[in-house]
T-cell receptor, first 112, second 111 residues
């Protein structure tokens, strides 16, 4: 059973471009969580999704950031018009229901 | 105001020198407390979930305990391969609610 998959692993964008980060949860997992990790800081919750629904987006910046988890395909975290402050590692985690969350390897976004 | 505080920020041990990592929390209505290990450049790796005060869980050289205010991750006779950042997180609310993480403790074990 493959673990949580994220791609790309590394992404470089120039200011003003769009970044699309993908997360494929573990097989049988219908809950996806996105977190952001800045250097020397802990993981910060961004958004929680189930298939086709956003359940909790309390950690998402109000502008430029969006997330989806369609019926088919991976979950997508989209950042429009990236700025240097968006540079971070973005992790997604999945869970089957209650309890354990399994994290992917992360996408490291660098904004030039 | 931090809800989850981990201490110390960094810890250096000699191989075989047992110690404990602390995670204190101030949230009310704790549903669960999670411990993860994170290696540089990788995603967090799940270690334990504790749900009630007095609960303990063990895995190899690691043992996690929980009280009403804090959790400890005890490392017995650590080895260099135990070097990593250890993260704790708390969960409030529903079964699928978000985790709130501390900043982590960076552990270095010297051979």
């Amino acid at each position: 059973n493959a673990g949580v998959m994220q791609n790309p692993r590394h992404l470089v964008r120039r200011r003003g471009q769009e970044a699309r980060l993908r997360c494929s949860p573990m097989k049988g997992h219908s809950h996806v969580y996105w977190y952001r990790q800045l250097p020397e800081e802990g993981l910060k919750f961004m958004v929680y999704l189930q298939k086709e629904n956003i359940i909790d987006e309390s950690g998402m910046p109000k502008e430029r950031f969006s997330a989806e988890f369609p019926k088919e395909g991976p979950s997508i975290l989209r950042i429009q018009q990236v700025v240097r402050g968006d540079s971070a590692a973005y992790f997604c985690a999945s869970s089957p229901s209650a309890g354990e969350r399994f994290f992917g390897p992360g996408t490291r976004l660098t904004v030039l | 105001e931090d809800q989850v505080t981990q201490s110390p920020e960094a810890l250096r041990l000699q191989e075989g020198e047992s110690s404990s990592l602390n995670c204190s929390y101030t949230v009310s209505g704790l549903r669960g407390l999670f411990w993860y290990r994170q290696d540089p450049g990788k995603g967090p790796e799940f270690l334990f979930t504790l749900y009630s005060a007095g609960e303990e869980k063990e895995k190899e050289r690691l043992k996690a305990t929980l009280t009403k205010k804090e959790s400890f991750l005890h490392i017995t006779a650590p080895k260099p391969e135990d070097s990593a950042t250890y993260l704790c997180a708390v969960q409030q609310g529903g079964a699928n609610s978000k985790l709130t993480f501390g900043k982590g403790i960076t552990l270095s074990v010297r051979p």
